[in-house]
């Protein structure tokens, strides 16, 4: 596509039950990032993908916080039993190749946890 | 511990005038700095990005400027326009090519440009 989208732009949720995001990046990038923005806060990085493979996932906040990108292309990020801090922007950011900074952004899933 | 500040959350700026959008680190060894973009309900867009080996880059409008010993820099917008009002995000990293993972954001500065 023409540039990284993402669904649902909105997802409002009941604390404990699980929640996935979806990111469907530039054709032809081969890495994707998720980040985080909560209220009044910088981004956040939670993890990123080269491929399919993620080799870091230490940015994750929990273990209730997983993903998934099957390929090279679309990628999930799944929040399972989700607490009220878990509300936040979720963007996702693709770019030509692991060591290329310039990010395209997608607009991001606004979560609330009720 | 946050090592990349943006210690100005909103800016206010009349049109046609320079806005200046600073940002300070603490970490010595970031040596690549970007500034992105962002619209309500839009991801952020890249600016300009800037290496330490450099003090100054410009690109139209915009201009970034590094001082590593004050490890500082700062992002000049001439002349201001009302498209400018967005909030921009600074960002630091340990060298270009080390990956946007690596990349660490400021909380941002809300910048609004009065007609």
């Known amino acids: 596509g023409a540039g990284v989208s993402q669904s649902p732009s909105n997802k409002v949720t009941e604390k404990g039950k699980d929640v996935e995001l979806r990111c469907d990046p530039i054709s032809g990038h081969t890495a994707l990032y998720w980040y985080r923005q909560s209220l009044g806060q910088g981004l956040e990085f939670l993890i990123y993908f080269q491929g399919n493979s993620a080799p870091d996932k230490s940015g994750l906040p929990s273990d209730r916080f997983s993903a998934e990108r099957t390929g090279g292309s679309v990628s999930t990020l799944t929040i399972q039993r989700t607490q009220q801090e878990d509300s936040a922007v979720y963007l996702c950011?693709?770019?030509?190749?692991?060591?290329?900074?310039?990010?395209?952004f997608g607009s991001g899933t606004q979560l609330s946890v009720l | 511990d946050q090592q990349v500040k943006q210690n100005s959350p909103s800016l206010s700026v009349q049109e046609g005038r320079i806005s200046i959008l600073n940002c300070d680190y603490t970490?010595?060894?970031?040596?690549?700095f970007l500034w992105y973009k962002k619209y309500p309900a839009e991801g952020p867009t890249f600016l300009i990005s800037?290496?330490?080996?450099?003090d100054k880059n410009e690109d139209g409008r915009f201009t970034v400027f590094l001082n590593k010993s004050a490890k500082h820099l700062s992002l000049h917008i001439v002349p201001s326009q009302p498209g400018d009002s967005a909030v921009y995000f600074c960002?630091?990293?340990?060298?270009?090519?080390?990956?946007?993972?690596?990349?660490?954001f400021g909380k941002g500065t809300h910048l609004i440009i009065q007609p």
């Open positions: 950011a693709s770019s030509l190749g692991r060591n290329n900074e310039k990010l395209f």
């Open positions: 800037i290496s330490s080996i450099k």
């Open positions: 960002a630091a990293s340990r060298y270009s090519g080390g990956g946007a993972d690596g990349l660490t």
């Open positions: 970490n010595s060894m970031f040596d690549y």
